[in-house]
């Protein structure tokens, strides 16, 4: 039979190294289930890039992957098209920016946004999109707004 010292004797020990240990265990795993919602966050709006690609196919007629240089004369209805289809990426680069940007990001984060930043920038280059943007923007998130406006500056800038 154990004497009440010995009880208080391994009660500090748990206190003194048991209590630290869970706390440890617990922190480790709320940053593992905060880099697993990163990463099915991250999925999502992949998956939502992916089938915006796959609306551009569908609408290849608007020729919005092919160099601009190559566009031909759009008609009103394609015109039409073609805006909605800049309203929606535009939503979704939005939906991208507030989900995973932020002004200061770690390794996991910074890994996750700089897809999305090619993207956008790969946008950006495109003299329709950035003369799109201004009606585009209206009413959208103001660091959203921002963001896009640094980028075209950027873009713009460094164009050949």
């Known amino acids: 039979m154990m004497s009440l010292e010995t009880w208080e004797l391994l009660s500090y020990i748990v ?4 209590l630290p240990f869970a ?3 617990f922190m480790f795993e709320q940053r593992k289930e905060r ?10 709006l992949s998956d939502e890039y992916a089938d ?10 608007l020729r919005l992957m092919s160099p601009e240089a190559l566009s031909v004369e759009l008609t009103d209805e394609q015109k039409e098209r073609k805006k909605i289809i800049f309203e929606l990426l535009t939503s979704l680069f939005e ?7 932020e002004p200061k990001m770690n390794t996991q984060t910074k890994r996750l946004w700089s897809s999305w930043d090619d993207y956008i920038r790969h946008w950006c280059r ?9 009606e585009l923007l209206v009413g959208e998130d103001p660091d959203f707004e921002a ?11 460094h164009a050949p």
């Open 35 to 44: 880099q697993n919602e990163d990463e099915e966050i991250y999925q999502g």
């Open 95 to 101: 939906r991208a920016f507030i989900l995973v940007y």
């Open 147 to 157: 963001y896009i406006q640094k980028v075209v500056e950027e873009e713009v800038k």
């Open 23 to 25: 706390i440890i265990v």
């Open 126 to 134: 495109r003299n329709d999109y950035r003369k799109a943007l201004p």
């Open 52 to 61: 915006f690609l796959q609306l551009l196919l569908q609408h290849a007629d």
């Open 15 to 18: 206190t003194v190294v048991g």
